[in-house]
């Protein structure tokens, strides 16, 4: 039994690994995965893999395409979810601020540098055409870092996934004013590379299941119920993720998702032409 170690965000996204996990699937194929929730986000999981202490993640594109291209020894093995990712821009409940452009100037909380929360404020305030090299940022953790940044003025910006804080929205920890959207894909697997070097059958036996295991949910009729009931979501926003969301159920390739992701890097500064350089050998 190969035993692996995977991180992924404790999310509606992850419910097919979940699942797939908790019916017994990967044991069947002789895979044991040790599941880890990863609260902290792409940033969090781009550290496990440096210290080994996880094999497998579950992350960002655009995290870890910036992380392989600047070092981490890692590979992606395949995109998981073929949709964008829809990151809700969170304010102080009780501040003034109700537009976007009154944030130019202002404090991000971030979970961790190379997160998604950190790089698609880049994303968005090029899109508004501040000057990126002016942001400011707070490094806070995971998602209840960055409500408390908001209530103690730490931050007055908070990027996060709109529908995982929609029940802090209907708490009043925060007041959701506006959205940014991936340009790419959002969510990728990948693998120390030493563990892909050496398990690469078992590794495309697992993306095979969870893909599978994708499909099946995305058809089923009480998955709404299902979502609504395990990740505290009203029912409308769940089948309005669900209509947003796709996963890679066939498990093809998208290298259009990184030839986009890199471009923005490029242009945002947050990587060089050289680190960018024969991209492909080094991510894949």
């Not at 130019?104 to 899109?127: C, D, N, P």
């Not at 003025?153 to 996060?160: E, Y």
């Not at 892909?196 to 299941?209: G, P, Q, R, S």
Request: one cysteine or more; hydrophobic letters at 40%.
């Amino acid at each position: 039994m190969l035993g692996l170690k995977i991180g992924g965000v404790p999310e509606h996204f992850n419910l097919p690994w979940r699942m797939a996990i908790e019916e017994g699937r990967f044991r069947e194929e002789g895979i044991q995965l040790h599941w880890s929730d990863m609260g902290g986000g792409t940033g969090q999981m781009i550290r496990g893999l440096e210290t080994k202490t996880l094999d497998v993640a579950v992350l960002l594109t655009e995290g870890v395409t910036k992380a392989i291209l600047q070092g981490l020894d890692a590979k992606i093995i395949q995109v998981y979810v073929t949709s964008p990712l829809h990151w809700g821009i969170h304010v102080p409940y009780d501040s003034d601020i109700d537009r976007i452009d009154q944030l130019e100037g202002k404090t991000f909380a971030i979970s961790r540098e190379g997160s998604g929360s950190h790089l698609m404020a880049y994303v968005r305030a090029s899109q508004e055409g501040w000057d990126t090299s002016k942001l400011k940022f707070n490094v806070v953790g995971d998602v209840y870092g960055g409500l408390w940044a908001l209530e103690n003025n730490k931050a007055q910006a908070f990027l996060w996934e709109k529908y995982t804080t929609h029940p802090f929205t209907e708490q009043k920890k925060c007041r959701y004013i506006d959205e940014v959207v991936t340009p790419w894909p959002c969510f990728v697997i990948a693998v120390r590379t030493e563990v892909y070097k050496e398990h690469m059958d078992a590794l495309n036996k697992m993306c095979d299941i969870v893909n599978k295991k994708a499909a099946e949910l995305k058809k089923n009729d009480s998955v709404v119920d299902l979502i609504s009931w395990r990740y505290n979501l009203r029912h409308g926003q769940v089948e309005n993720w669900l209509n947003e969301t796709d996963w890679n159920y066939d498990g093809i390739e998208y290298p259009l998702a990184f030839t986009k992701t890199i471009s923005y890097l490029l242009k945002l500064d947050l990587l060089s032409e050289s680190e960018a350089e024969n991209w492909r050998e080094k991510l894949f």
